[in-house]
T-cell receptor, first 114, second 111 residues
């Protein structure tokens, strides 16, 4: 299994508070992604990174920001959490090279905004 | 844009064969992935098809037809542990290896 961890694994927070989720990899992969997964919507890309300090928006980026100061860490921040951001958040990584397009997922963070 | 369709739910009997279909319409296409996701867990990679045809991996096989925008995942000799959601995802070939996922097919295997 790819070495990907996410922290925290579970979090309950109140509306309006800032929240930061961390993704950590030990694979030295260049690409990292944040998804959210909701019933009826499947996995949707929030932000992704293609290198240290290089990030871009995905399909559902409003209300989220990211940072990547080191290859191994990719942080997702909810500046002011809302109930609509209650979801399961997955981090994924991908290497580059011949055929290395598959993404490997972390265990997920279940976030509840009350 | 990207549009990926797969059935929401399927039920099959232990020991049987089941085929999960996926159709896609994408602005660019460079490959099709299948992932398995057990309830409460992360998705895990099953297969990747870039060329037309069938790729076999043990009890699981995946097929791709680029001209028809169609793929299927075939599961043989079903086991109870195969009860899971199966996610179809298209790779557009754009930079950063982004994938677009379908909503998943929840497969229930019954005795």
């Amino acid at each position: 299994d790819a070495g990907i961890t996410q922290s925290p694994r579970h979090k309950v927070t109140e509306t309006g508070t800032p929240v930061t989720l961390r993704c950590h990899q030990t694979e030295n992969h260049r690409y990292m992604y944040w998804y959210r997964q909701d019933p009826g919507h499947g996995l949707r890309l929030i932000h992704y990174s293609y290198g240290v300090k290089d990030t871009d928006k995905g399909e559902v980026s409003d209300g989220y920001s990211v940072s990547r100061s080191k290859t191994e860490d990719f942080l997702l921040t909810l500046e002011s959490a809302t109930s609509s951001q209650t979801s399961v958040y997955f981090c994924a990584i991908s290497g580059e090279g011949t055929g290395s397009y598959e993404q490997y997922f972390g265990p997920g963070t279940r976030l509840t905004v009350t | 844009g990207q549009n990926i369709d797969q059935p929401t739910e399927m039920t099959a009997t232990e020991g049987a064969i089941v085929q999960i279909n996926c159709t896609y319409q994408t602005s660019g296409f460079n490959g099709l992935f299948w992932y398995q996701q057990h309830a409460g867990e992360a998705p895990t990679f099953l297969s990747y098809n870039v060329l037309d045809g069938l790729e076999e991996k043990g009890r699981f096989s995946s097929f791709l037809s680029r001209s028809k925008g169609y793929s299927y995942l075939l599961l043989k000799e079903l086991q109870m542990k195969d009860s899971a959601s199966y996610l179809c995802a298209a790779y557009s070939g754009a930079g950063s290896y982004q994938l677009t996922f379908g909503k998943g097919t929840k497969l229930s295997v019954i005795p």
